[in-house]
């Protein structure tokens, strides 16, 4: 199948692959494996789709008089692209922390609507990494609420004091009854007295969580949560609180998107369009409900906005309640590494380690095992540069590399363990 190049084309059809350059005029065949759907959708050029579907690859854009080699000049998908570092750079094996640790954003356990719980690792094996990697406690945030609250307080912390900490969750299912506030407050002082040291909240709130009968996204900051604010303050309970996502989840999925090939792996991920807020106003949210409860301790998981460190800073200037946790997103920090160490520097008695470990094996930089937190602690311990973020062949929230902080001993001493220590009520 051929047609002829416009500008309009040569303008946004970069998964397109064709053997040479494309100037307008030129006539081509489609590379058609490298195209799908969403592609089609972008180019706005959903006739020019249904003609060419089912063109296969073919080299019709070679210039005459030469034959193109396979090796070195056709094309090849981005996804089959995997150019190795030609970097002699010092790569230093941390198989251990250098203090122990507490993994304060980890998934063990999952809860469902009715709030039953589901166990996603076994403790034993929990067990054997963490003790391997130095990891003393690990924070299971996910842990519902009432029954299966009490189901994974007893699988977790009740036999292993001191080793696991579970988290409880609102019972979002309830969110538009009238009696929801108080109800929901009385439930947060139950899971204290039942074992729960935290309170978590997923980013369903602000992206998910709609009012029964509108359909409208429930606020971040609407009132009917005050009351459950207030409830984990008075229950020296932390907030560990996602909200929003990275900033490209907000944007088209088109060739300027840096997160092109992990929206297209996952792409109910993006929150673009639609009656979504923004990243800024989510945040913006957020923050007022830290204004408002300031003797609630929150900590803004995957560094609150890590993309945007100023921003982040600015909010942590303004609210002394603000903490943050670096899961999933020494991507981002060790991507930016001199602003980052400023960050780890100034904020270093409110950061705390969490990597949001799970059991899934689709997200590779959350995978739980040793691999994980070998990688962690040479970004947080060494100065080792340009090094995978993830346990993958291909980095799988963009493809780019990152740089170790070296944080000094105090530093990383508060990061591994007093920060968290002290939020949770352990001990020093
Ligand atoms: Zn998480």
């Known amino acids: 199948m051929a047609f002829r190049v416009g500008e309009a084309f040569l303008d946004r059809s970069p998964a397109l692959r064709p053997l040479t350059p494309l100037r307008t005029g030129d006539t081509l065949a489609l590379l058609e494996t490298t195209v799908n759907r969403r592609d089609w959708l972008n180019l706005g050029a959903a006739a020019l789709a249904a003609e060419c579907a089912g063109a296969r690859a073919q080299a019709a854009a070679a210039p005459q008089g030469r034959d193109p080699s396979p090796a070195e000049d056709a094309g090849i998908p981005l996804e089959q692209y995997a150019p190795k570092s030609m970097l002699h750079a010092p790569a230093t094996q941390v198989p251990r922390a250098r203090f122990p640790v507490i993994d304060f954003h980890t998934h063990i356990t999952s809860g469902s609507a009715s709030g039953k719980i589901q166990f996603h690792m076994k403790p034993a094996e929990c067990l054997s990494v963490m003790d391997r990697k130095n990891i003393r406690t690990m924070v299971d945030l996910t842990g519902s609420y009432g029954e299966g609250l009490r189901d ?23 969110a538009s009854d009238a009696d929801y506030p108080q109800w929901q407050a ?22 998910f969580l709609r009012e029964k009968g509108s359909n409208r996204l429930v606020r971040i900051d609407d009132p009917r949560f005050d009351p459950m604010w207030e409830a984990a303050g008075a229950a020296e309970m932390p ?4 909200t929003s996502d ?30 979504f807020p923004s990243n800024r106003e989510l945040q913006e949210a957020r923050r007022a409900v830290m204004r408002r ?15 945007d460190l100023p921003y982040v800073s600015e909010c942590m200037d303004s609210h002394p309640n603000m903490h943050v946790d670096i899961a999933a997103r020494i991507g981002e920090l060790g991507r930016q590494p001199r602003m980052a160490r400023r960050f780890f520097d100034r904020y270093q008695d409110r950061i705390v380690f969490g990597t949001d470990a799970s059991a899934s094996l ?19 311990e060494t100065e080792d540069e340009y090094f995978d973020y993830a346990p993958a062949a291909v980095p ?27 939020l949770l009520a352990l001990p020093a």
């Open 362 to 380: 689709n997200t590779p930089q959350q995978t739980f095992g040793d691999a994980l937190y070998e990688i962690y602690y040479r970004f947080l």
């Open 246 to 275: 990275p900033e490209a989840f907000f944007l088209p999925i088109d060739r300027f998107n840096e997160r092109w090939e992990e929206l297209h792996a996952h792409p109910d991920w993006s929150f673009h369009g639609r009656d």
């Open 293 to 307: 409860h300031p003797r609630t301790q929150f900590v803004c998981l995957h560094v609150a906005d890590a993309e």
């Open 186 to 207: 009385a439930q947060i002082a139950a899971a204290h007295q039942a074992g729960a040291r935290g309170l978590k909240v997923l980013k369903t709130l602000g992206l």
């Open 152 to 174: 994974a307080i007893g699988g977790l912390s009740a036999g292993h004091p001191g080793r696991f900490v579970v988290f409880t969750e609102p019972a979002w299912a309830r």
């Open 239 to 242: 907030v560990a609180i996602h």
């Open 396 to 422: 799988p929230q963009g493809r780019w590399r990152i740089y170790g902080v070296g944080l000094p001993e105090p530093v990383l001493r508060k990061i591994y363990w007093e920060n968290a220590a002290r």
